[in-house]
């Protein structure tokens, strides 16, 4: 009632009818996943009352921009949920991008009230709307992380395997022609490298008593990849 939007359950409904629709058609379907920044911070400023207002606000932002197959949920607190019939991941992502502006600039013109989305699309791998709708909130998370106010998109798997592979061979290949940087890849990357750190350390323990020599070695992850 407050915000005009579909509530969890009934929205979650028209997500699994949506997703299966989708799957049966081998047509693509977009999600968003949106947070107000720092609400709390609005409802303990300003009072619930205010709060009430800035959500209201969003919603008619969220609910006057999407189509008429589309949907808005809201899927607790101050945060809302989207999926989008027929659009690629691409669409998607610019649609979220309009609606992040969209809210910065005109939402509540008389309070700065900004939000983090993410987004994730059937093509990304998922194989049931809880999966999609988790992804899309992973990416939401990720946004918050990095400053808010801003989109994060959900890329598969083999999505990143590939860009990572690409830019690994082109930094190998501008570290060749530099000649200051070797870089190891492919299947036999871990076992090549601890070798390289072997020699390393042998050559470095043959001449310790010429001249000091120093090291490290520097270990990174990529957070929510597999």
Request: aromatic share 6%.
């Amino acid at each position: 009632p407050l915000t005009g939007c579909f509530n969890r359950r009934a929205f979650f409904s028209k997500f699994e009818e949506a997703f299966k629709l989708a799957v049966e058609n081998e047509s693509e379907l977009g999600c968003i996943m949106l947070d107000i920044d720092h609400f709390k911070a609005v409802n303990d400023n300003y009072g619930h009352q205010k709060g009430d207002e800035v959500l209201k606000s969003i919603s008619a932002v969220l609910t006057t921009t999407v189509r008429g197959d589309d949907a808005v949920g809201r899927y607790g607190g101050e945060e809302f949920c989207i999926f989008l019939q027929n659009t690629s991941n691409e669409k998607t992502v610019g649609l979220a991008e309009r609606l992040r502006k969209d809210i910065e600039e005109n939402a509540y013109p008389s309070l700065r009230v900004t939000s983090s989305f993410g987004v994730s699309s059937i093509n990304g791998g998922a194989i049931s709307p809880n999966e999609l709708i988790a992804q899309a909130d992973e990416m939401l998370y990720l946004s918050k992380e990095h400053g808010r106010n801003c989109v994060s998109s959900w890329a598969s798997r083999e999505q990143l395997i590939k860009i990572i592979e690409q830019r690994a061979e082109q930094v190998k290949a501008d570290a060749e022609v530099r000649g200051e940087v070797h870089v190891i890849s492919g299947e036999n990357a871990r076992d090549q490298l601890i070798e390289k750190i072997k020699r390393s350390v042998l050559d470095a323990a043959l001449v310790a008593d010429e001249e000091v020599h120093t090291g490290a070695v520097l270990l990174l992850g990529l957070d929510r990849f597999g």
